[in-house]
């Protein structure tokens, strides 16, 4: 996740200067995952006090995201459809980090649940994957790029005719 939000941040600053502020909130949760990283190695139900308190996780990180979130989707248009990765290589490379951000929520929420690890890290993982959501959205739109929409699928009247005489 961290590596592909690297990627993302570099292209933020190379496609787009005016982007500054992104591309600083994007290293911030860079720093933030190596936070993360380091509570989720130390296990809240075994490891000593002091372990602890070095690698306690800020809750003011998770509304910092949410302040971000708020901020970018005031200028962003509303979403009335599904959008598919895409809107430029910023844009989708956030949202693989978006997937990658679900997927370690994903592993962390058990933890969690045991009492292992911090629930700021997992209310902060479920933040994060929002926050490179949005993120794509809004490099997308600053960058003029589009974003594709999802199409559902509608069967024609051959397929269905089809479907129907296979299922008998």
Known sequence: ???MIGLACEYVQREDAAQSELAEALE???SRLFDV???VATPQDTSSQSKKKRSTFDPVHVDKLEALI???DEELPPLTTFILPSGGLC???LHVARTLARRAERNVVPLVRDGAVDPE?????NRLSDFLFASARFVAFKQGKKETTWQKHVPTASATSADTASST
């Open 1 to 3: 996740c961290n590596a």
């Open 121 to 125: 890290v997992g209310k902060f993982l």
């Open 37 to 39: 990283g380091a509570s």
């Open 91 to 93: 844009s989708a490379h």
């Open 70 to 72: 708020d901020k970018m």
């Open 28 to 30: 911030n949760v860079m």
